[in-house]
């Protein structure tokens, strides 16, 4: 939802894009410990899940500057954190700088590398605590490298994408725009832009399945009704942006016709799993056919309450978690 969210600070795509820029090929990033997952939010519901990120930056305006507030040590697998905060705000000039500081932290702990297992940024978190992480970033910050400009603007990736949306007066159809399956549908799988009379559709996809022909119908949809844009959401689902609030209901029919036309993104009946044994070869339990059966359980239930709906059901196929178990309502 960034850069469309109704209650958003400000887009954090530019500065998610400087990130990816100036890190990626970095000398010291690519001798690390491990890895690091890296997560940006824009709206105020964290669709990004930052706390369960090694770092993870939501939007802040302080005293009228834009910044960030950062978490840093979340992750999921055999220890699962929430990440603690580093900073409540950073300003924008300077997030670059204090996240390379703290991965120099990281990276110049050799105590992680003893254990590949245990080689996360969480566990070096976990064990001095947080704040004598921050004091250690505080003291890389006085080094000779972090005295120059970490201005992120000439990294910045910035795009009009209004400029592909289609237009609002469009000739669209609304065949059964007055039934009650597209009612559901709309109440569920769309939400309105902070740009008047765009919205984001949220294309159901059961259990993150979709086979070659879907894929190119779904680039077609994407292509007259969302200016040839798409995203990919946490929940295994495509988000079409910019789709004219007067093609809703065509766009819907047209997803009927693809086998995408379910309501309840999001809800109890949008169940995630990883690939499990199907196609990993870390799997140990087949999740994907767990998850199917729970789709069709789930489907048979009265699943109308209002808090009901907004379960989430998730499944990992090993320790590692990738189905994201940790953090759902009902977890395998």
């Known amino acids: 939802m960034a850069g469309v969210s109704n209650d958003e600070a400000f887009d954090a795509t530019p500065y998610a894009a400087a990130y990816s820029r100036y890190f990626a090929r970095h000398p010291f990033t690519q001798m690390m410990p491990r890895k690091i997952k890296t997560a940006f939010s824009s709206c105020n519901d964290d669709c990004a899940m930052t706390p369960i990120h090694d770092v ?47 991965l120099r932290v990281f990276h110049g702990s ?114 007259k009704y969302g200016g040839g844009r798409a995203r990919i959401t946490a929940q295994q689902n495509f988000a079409l942006r910019w789709v004219p609030n007067n093609a809703l209901n065509e766009v819907w029919n047209t997803l009927i016709d693809m086998g995408f036309g379910e309501a309840g993104a999001n809800g109890i009946t949008d169940i995630v799993s990883c690939p499990g044994t199907d196609s990993c070869k870390l799997g140990i339990t087949a999740s994907m056919g767990l998850g199917q059966a729970l789709i069709e359980t789930v489907n048979g239930l009265d699943t109308s309450d209002p808090l ?3 379960m989430h059901i998730k499944m990992s196929g090993c320790p590692n978690g990738c189905g994201l178990h940790h953090i759902a309502n009902i977890g395998f």
């Open 56 to 102: 993870g930056f939501l939007p802040r305006i302080q005293d009228g500057e834009k910044g960030f507030k950062m978490v840093m040590g979340g992750g999921t697998a055999i220890m699962p954190r929430i990440a603690p905060t580093l900073y409540e705000f950073i300003g924008l000039n300077d997030y670059l700088k204090v996240t390379e500081a703290a």
């Open 308 to 310: 009901v709906q907004k």
């Open 110 to 223: 050799d105590e992680l590398r003893k254990n590949r297992s245990k080689a996360r940024v969480k566990f070096l978190i976990d064990r001095i605590g947080i704040d004598d992480f921050r004091n250690l970033v505080e003291e890389a910050m006085k080094e000779d490298w972090a005295q120059r400009s970490f201005d992120p603007t000439p990294l910045l990736f910035l795009e009009d994408e209004s400029i592909d949306a289609p237009a609002l007066d469009g000739n669209y159809t609304t065949v059964n725009g007055d039934t009650p399956e597209y009612k559901a549908w709309f109440d569920s799988n769309v939400e309105s832009q902070k740009q008047e009379g765009y919205s984001v559709v949220q294309v159901k996809l059961p259990l993150g399945d979709i086979n070659p022909d879907q894929f190119h119908a779904l680039a077609d949809l994407s292509r």
